[in-house]
T-cell receptor, first 114, second 110 residues
Framework: SAVISQKPSRDICQRGTSLTIQCQVD?????MFWYRQQPGQSLTLIATANQGSEATYESGFVIDKFPISRPNLTFSTLTVSNMSPEDSSIYLC???????????FGPGTRLTVL | DAKTTQPTSMDCAEGRAANLPCNHSTISGNEYVYWYRQIHSQGPQYIIHGLKNNETNEMASLIITEDRKSSTLILPHATLRDTAVYYCIVGYSSASKIIFGSGTRLSIRP
């Protein structure tokens, strides 16, 4: 299993500012992902965080808005840039390991943009 | 990725078996069926997965039809703590990205 922590757990931000969310795993993992969950909705995949290279973004998400870093196999960050109230969501990271059939999710970061 | 279809919501009496259906008619031969659940205010949690055969673990059983176009997740003795949104997902590996559908909101009544 993998234990995942996210920082911050929640934040309230002003429109036009940026927030960086951290995801830390207690062991080295192959895959790391970032999801968004808008109020009352299912999870939407933002991107796959690739170690040592640019993230792979899903349709509708771009690097300028959601820059992602993954400097090593245990850590990743997601930045929500130039925020608007529509960015108010829970942001979750998850990890997967080749050969392991479970994907583990972090507790999420609850973001409110005023 | 193959898509899945689940009922929007279901309810079940505490202590009874909860049977959650899922249709995945476009599943390909090498894709697995995965089930996750999300309890309120938490990240999703893996429950079980299968390819062709029925599977059972300490949490649930997974019944996959012979043609693999549908499956049923069974919680044998539902408790109030099983109240959650249950997601049926198909994919090649759980290490791959997961595309979530809308899921089934399961309510357990006392």
């Amino acid at each position: 299993s993998a234990v995942i922590s996210q920082k911050p757990s929640r934040d309230i931000c002003q429109r036009g500012t940026s927030l960086t969310i951290q995801c830390q795993v207690d062991s080295q993992v192959t895959m790391m992902f970032w999801y968004r969950q808008q109020p009352g909705q299912s999870l939407t995949l933002i991107a796959t965080a690739n170690q040592g290279s640019e993230a792979t973004y899903e349709s509708g998400f771009v690097i300028d808005k959601f820059p992602i870093s993954r400097p090593n196999l245990t850590f990743s960050t997601l930045t929500v840039s130039n925020m608007s109230p529509e960015d108010s969501s829970i942001y979750l990271c998850s990890v997967g390991q080749t050969g392991n059939n479970e994907q583990f999710f972090g507790p999420g970061t609850r973001l409110t943009v005023l | 990725d193959a898509k899945t279809t689940q009922p929007t919501s279901m309810d079940c009496a505490e202590g009874r078996a909860a049977n959650l259906p899922c249709n995945h008619s476009t599943i390909s031969g090498n894709e697995y069926v995965y089930w996750y659940r999300q309890i309120h205010s938490q990240g999703p949690q893996y429950i079980i997965h299968g390819l062709k055969n029925n599977e059972t673990n300490e949490m649930a059983s997974l019944i996959i039809t012979e043609d693999r176009k549908s499956s049923t997740l069974i919680l044998p003795h539902a408790t109030l703590r099983d109240t959650a949104v249950y997601y049926c997902i198909v994919g090649y590996s759980s290490a791959s990205k997961i595309i979530f559908g809308s899921g089934t909101r399961l309510s357990i009544r006392p």
